[in-house]
């Protein structure tokens, strides 16, 4: 209890599942000289290329440099289109400004918040026959080159579309990179979230499925890739290059063996920790149902496990969402506006021109959306305490 209010204690937002294991494999590390570049590093790119099931797996320091390093795989270059989401977390969209090229954002179907492949479709007829008008973003878009990848998202931790996606894909020889950050462990019909298209990556901050504390890995099946992707991690350095030998303009985006044997310590627990999580979102859809005013998230029909990542809830149109976090937050119950559109940040709207009403899906999601307390160390107690405090915040509101 926090004595000045006699209040009890506020539910944290999200909460890394840490246990002995991991202390024990940090600690092991520290009593080596190896802490980079190492076997640790090795050992977690095999685990996690197995249980998804591809060939090749290489460890990076970050989801959004696993995403980077897949849009200099996939050949975008300057002014190139790259078809994407506007309903996501900003790094999915920021690594196509990395490399200058346009992002052509595509609304998202209004249930699952991933990109609607009917809209994907449309945009691809009218690009390809030059009619631009509606797709390309109002300024900063001139000359524009050609359509060269697409970086779908699975949103919340459930797959996109990829059985209408991927082969649109094909048709109009996109590359394409699948943005599995929030989907480690989902599955899409019979296959592993992020194993379909070129590559996928995958994210270890804390609030992930699993964490390696900051951290994040690119699976594929194309040796090319794989082989890229790996020396562009290491300053660019190719198989056979020395330490100072370059041979292309690569990065610092190593992950290291105390960073690698945290992970590998979780992939170890992995099912473990994926049920707890569902476990946490089944309390919520069991006390949920019983709350008018809120809907709980949808799983689609295509999406045979989902890997819940966050919670996240949907309010009435004409719900005062501002004041409802308000009163939570108050009630000790903190809530996130997951996700805030990305063609509205700042500098996208400075430097594209986007305006409210350009994505009107996105906009409607992006303003109900309110994200519960969740992670897979909260108790049935914690999840009772967040739902009794949002229907007295509904009451209020
Ligand atoms: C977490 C996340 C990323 C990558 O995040 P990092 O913090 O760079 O690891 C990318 N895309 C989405 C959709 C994410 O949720």
Redesign the pocket.
Known sequence: MNNRTNQPLPVPMSSPDLSEAERQAVAEVMATPRLSMGPKVDAFERAVADYVGVKHAVAVN??????HLCVRAAGVVDRDLVLTTPF??V??ANVILYERAIPVFVDVDPDTGNIDPEQVERSLTDLTAGRTSGWLPRRGADHPGPLRAMIP???FGQPADYDRLLPLARTNGLRTIL?A??SLGARHDDRAAGTMGDAG?Y???P??QITTA???LVVTDDDDWAQLVRALRNQGRAPGDTWLDHTYLGYNYRLNELNAALGLAQMGRLEALLAARQQVADWYNQRLAGVSRVQPPAVAETTSRTSW?VYVVRLEPASDRRQLMANLEQAGVPTRPYFSPIHLQPYFVERFGYQPGDFPVTEDLGRRSLALPFSGVMTEAQVDRVVEELRAALRKS
């Open positions: 970050s989801g959004t440099a696993g995403l996501s977390f790094a999915s998202v699975d949103v943005d950050c929030e990556v994210a270890f901050y609030n992930k900051e951290g994040g990542f």
